[in-house]
């Protein structure tokens, strides 16, 4: 290695205070920035490297040089700098100082930047919400809008509906009053035709009333209505009929297809289907009757049991009137009676449902 070279690290030759130059075994010291008189005292004086070096007299001793490897040399402390290496260092300073500003400038763009997509994407999804949920409360809008519709409808057909009920329901309100006003009407009218002396005797047996054919009401009925209705060819059997008639203990029942046999008791077939037995006509009887307990059966046609079933119900009526179960005033009970009365008359002269 050449003695002249500087390391790499140390300073240039002149501005360092203190310079070491080897060449030869020769040792300079020569301090830089002295005066010419202090540099001309200066002198050399050639050492070996196995003689330590001899102090000058009359100044203090020489500076010794030590061996430093120059990997470890560093530039000397509390010295000056040469202008180049000043120059460099400022520049790489201020290349950094430049570089920092740059640098930050750069992340902020980049801050600014991110900020900004994520606004973007923010505003994006922020729509698609705004779409999503506008499309939506367009959709509950419109289910909203046929719902009212058909509550409109619903109402609309509900005030038809009760309109035309209410009409409906005046309408036979109206009807049921022209028909009592009618009613009304005749019912004065039959009172002025009506003989006084009936009314008066079945108000006189309504006050009391008693199933005693004796008594004047009862007594008319049977003369006029029963014993004529009751009154058939066979003398012997109508008379039977007309006593199980007053006691209540006739029977009427259909006659059936196929006479099922007898269990228990044999019963009596007196007739047959094809002729009356009260009547003694040959006609196709549909009913037969049982008088009392008695296990004997009667056919009848279709003539005599309406005959007999008038007497019936003209009978259950006043029975019923005897123990209280009709609760009406005197002239419906009368009418009622009177009606009664027609059909046992109607009957008797061969009136009669085509069912019976």
Wanted: aromatic residues 6%; charged residues 25%.
């Amino acid at each position: 290695m050449d003695s002249t070279e500087e390391p790499a690290g140390c300073p240039a030759r002149g501005t360092c205070p203190v310079f070491l130059a080897m060449s030869a075994g020769t040792v300079r010291y020569a301090p830089s920035g002295l005066c010419p008189a202090l540099e001309g005292n200066l002198r050399e004086e050639p050492w070996g490297t196995d003689s330590p070096p001899q102090p000058d007299q009359g100044l203090p001793p020489s500076l010794a040089a030590v061996p430093v490897s120059w990997k470890s040399s560093g530039p000397c402390q509390g010295h000056r700098e040469s202008p180049g290496a000043l120059v460099e260092t400022s520049a790489g300073e201020e290349a950094q100082g430049q570089e920092g500003p740059a640098a930050a400038q750069l992340d902020v763009l980049r801050l600014r930047s991110s900020s900004m997509e994520i606004r973007e994407k923010g505003s994006e999804f922020l729509k698609e919400e705004l779409h999503r949920a506008q499309k939506e409360l367009k959709l509950k809008d419109e289910e909203c809008e046929r719902l009212s519709k058909v509550r409109e409808q619903l109402e609309q057909e509900l005030e038809e509906l009760t309109a035309s009920l209410f009409e409906e329901a005046h309408k036979m309100v109206r009807e049921a009053n022209m028909k009592q006003a009618a009613s009304e009407k005749q019912l004065k009218e039959a009172r002025g035709k009506v003989d006084t002396i009936l009314f008066t005797e079945f108000q006189t047996w309504r006050e009391s009333p008693t199933l005693d054919k004796t008594c004047p009401f009862l007594e008319r009925v049977y003369r006029e209505d029963v014993g004529p209705c009751l009154d058939f060819t066979m003398q012997e059997l109508s008379g039977l009929v007309r006593a199980a008639v007053e006691d209540n203990t006739l029977t009427i029942e259909p006659v059936a297809s196929q006479t099922l046999p007898a269990v228990k008791v044999a019963e009596v077939e007196c007739g047959s289907t094809n002729t009356c037995a009260l009547s003694g006509l040959t006609r196709t009887c549909r009913h037969r009757i049982r008088l009392g307990d008695s296990k004997s059966h009667y056919y009848i046609s279709p003539s005599s049991r309406a005959r007999i079933t008038a007497v019936c119900n003209f009978f259950t009526y006043i029975r019923y009137i005897q123990q209280g179960l009709v609760r009406q005033d005197a002239e419906p009970m009368f009418w009622e009676i009177m009606r009664l009365r027609k059909e046992m008359s109607l009957a008797k002269l061969g009136f009669f449902p085509q069912e019976a």
